[in-house]
């Protein structure tokens, strides 16, 4: 698949499934309501202000709160690390995007990762381990991946996603508390009232598997577009190999900010519908057939 019909197609992708996803939510407010009260309009209305209403407060949520997480140290001038400093504001003017914020984390796994919900307030973080075991054309070819999230609104997005399976959870955990201590309404259709709450029950597991799914395909759209960046995308497929290999997790690294990573930081291998990152090998296939 040439380049750019790969990224578009990635594009297209999120969209769906990010449509699927405000979808569900108002779904699943609206199986609570219908549940309670056999009038799904006010459960769908009220899970639509309460998703926009805690997206919001997690899109204002500062990314001195994720570094500091990750106890990133914070490059405050290109005399301190000159190579990384020059190699990202590169990077950033072929993207027509500000200069990120730059951070450094005292850990020996090879790693990286980009947070901010949108490119003026961006910011890349890498690992001592990434800077030590890499070569030069591979870091650039990793800071060209983080710098293509920043580029794309990739942070924002899963910001987005995360509060909106919060809400589910609240939604859910709601529904149910309401099936022992509410009063349901008599005048439903039973068979809708089954799904109603088959749905409500299942509500999490598929929200988590939706979220999930959109940090796998904005891994691959930041990989196609980070080889258009950097105009190498072999030097990124060996980084993502040698990085993929190192068996040692970044121990600086958290359970939350773990999808944000270049690759899983956590190592743990995990496969298919509940991996935070698509598998490495089909990562590096791809981007040896650009």
């Known amino acids: 698949m040439l380049l750019h019909q790969q990224i ?31 009038e799904p309009l006010w459960g769908a209305t009220f899970a639509g ?13 500062s990314t001195r709160v994720v570094m500091a997480m990750n106890h ?19 990077l950033a003017m072929a993207a027509r995007v500000p200069t990120p914020r730059i951070f450094i984390i005292q850990d020996p796994s090879p790693n990286a990762f980009a947070t901010g ?42 910001t987005i996603a995360l509060a909106l399976v919060s809400v ?10 309401i099936l022992f201590w509410g009063r349901r309404e008599r005048n439903v259709h039973p068979i809708v009232y089954v799904v109603a709450l088959v749905l409500l029950f299942l509500s999490p597991f598929i929200a988590t598997i939706i979220r999930l799914a959109i940090s796998r395909n904005r891994e691959y759209l930041a990989d196609a577009s980070g080889a258009e960046l950097c105009r190498n995308p072999y030097a990124l497929a060996s980084a993502l190999e040698k990085i993929a290999g190192v068996r040692e997790p970044v121990k600086e690294a958290s359970n939350a900010s773990a999808m944000l990573y270049f690759s899983d930081p956590l190592k743990k291998k995990m496969t298919g519908l509940f991996s935070t990152h698509p598998p490495a090998e089909e990562r590096i296939r791809r981007l040896r057939g650009m």
């Open 117 to 158: 919900i949108s490119p003026k307030d961006g910011a890349v973080a890498v690992t001592t381990g990434l800077m030590d075991r890499l070569n030069r054309e591979e870091v650039e070819a990793v800071l060209a991946h983080e710098v293509a999230h920043i580029k794309n609104y990739d942070i924002r997005l899963a």
């Open 49 to 61: 202000l309460l998703a926009i209403g805690y997206t919001l407060f997690m899109v204002l949520s």
């Open 8 to 38: 578009e197609s990635n594009k297209r992708k999120t969209v769906l499934i990010v449509t699927g996803f405000i979808l569900f939510v108002l779904l699943v407010g609206a199986s609570v309501s219908y549940i309670q009260m056999g």
């Open 72 to 90: 990133a140290q914070e490059v405050k001038q290109k005399e301190d690390h000159p190579f990384l400093w020059h190699t990202v504001e590169g």
């Open 168 to 177: 589910i959870a609240i939604l859910s955990d709601f529904g149910s508390r």
